[in-house]
């Protein structure tokens, strides 16, 4: 059943990304190798952090985004730059997201006391994937716990589903749906792997449908998925199956929801928080 309404969300400028391990990454996954990074702000020592919490102030961001690459055990390494969240959320008081990976309860516990908002999580639905195409060493029971934990720790939890990830093929994507819905939590992203080989979209559409019908939480397709005209018929299939948001909507989109009778909400934020009405 599609809602009535869609949320059309922008992050940039109102998002800063900030990469608190530089360029490095122990993963060096085969769809990234560090281009992601590339582009975010840089804060390798927690005085970097501090001093990019200010400048997105000034800016005018009101999300810092916390990020970076992962270590082999499928962690964000967050624990040298704690103290520096607490500081720069105290200076600033902007809302804080972290990808931070398979954290374990403590680190969480420490990451929300400091002042995180919300934990975003990608869930992985295959071992294999998990070995041999990311080249970790942590195993799906990781992810139970960690959205577990999560759970109860941040006032939002918004896992993403990567679809394709594993050369395109669609192999661990409806178990790592049916652990999201497990977990229950206030907002899920939808991402469509545009590197390498990418998945077929009949078989997206599949995933996506698969989704809206498991998760009761705010769905939304995020900001990778394809490009071109593939791209423009991923937003058509999530505004058709009742998707709460998509993230940096084509014009095309924006002109299908309103044929359509949608109501359009623009939001300047990450496309996991739903606006305050």
């Given amino acids: 059943m599609r809602s009535e309404r869609i949320c059309f969300y922008r992050p940039s400028p109102a998002v800063v990304p900030v990469s608190i391990t530089g360029m490095r990454c122990e993963l060096d996954c085969p769809h990234c190798r560090g281009k992601y990074l590339s582009g975010m702000a840089k804060a390798s020592m927690p005085t970097d952090l501090i001093r990019t919490f200010i400048a997105a102030k000034k800016g005018g961001a009101k999300r810092l985004l916390i990020t970076g690459g992962f270590a082999k055990s499928g962690k964000l390494p967050v624990g040298n730059m704690i103290s520096a969240i607490e500081e720069g959320k105290r200076r600033t008081g902007i809302k804080v997201s972290m990808h931070g990976g398979l954290l374990d ?51 939002l939890l918004a896992p993403h589903v990567l679809i394709g990830i594993e050369q395109g093929k669609i192999i661990g994507e409806y178990r790592a749906i049916d652990m999201i819905a497990e977990a229950k939590p206030g907002a899920c992203a939808i991402l469509v792997m545009t590197d390498g080989e990418t998945p077929d979209p009949e ?42 948001g998509i993230a940096n909507p084509s014009q095309e989109a924006v002109e299908y929801a309103k044929s359509s009778g949608l109501e359009a909400m623009c939001v300047e934020d990450c496309c996991v928080h739903m606006p305050v009405i």
């Fill in 105 to 155: 309860k403590d680190t969480m516990d420490r990451v929300a006391k400091a002042g995180v908002d919300t934990l975003l999580l990608d869930v992985i639905g295959s071992e294999q994937a998990v070995t041999c195409y990311l080249g970790g060493g942590w195993s799906l029971r990781g992810y139970v716990d960690a959205l577990s934990n999560a759970k109860s720790i941040f006032p």
């Fill in 203 to 244: 078989e997206v559409q599949k995933v996506m449908e698969y989704a809206r019908e498991g998760l009761k939480s705010h769905l939304s397709l995020g900001c990778m998925r394809g490009r071109g005209k593939t791209r423009n018929i991923y937003e058509r299939m999530a505004l058709d199956l009742g998707f709460d």
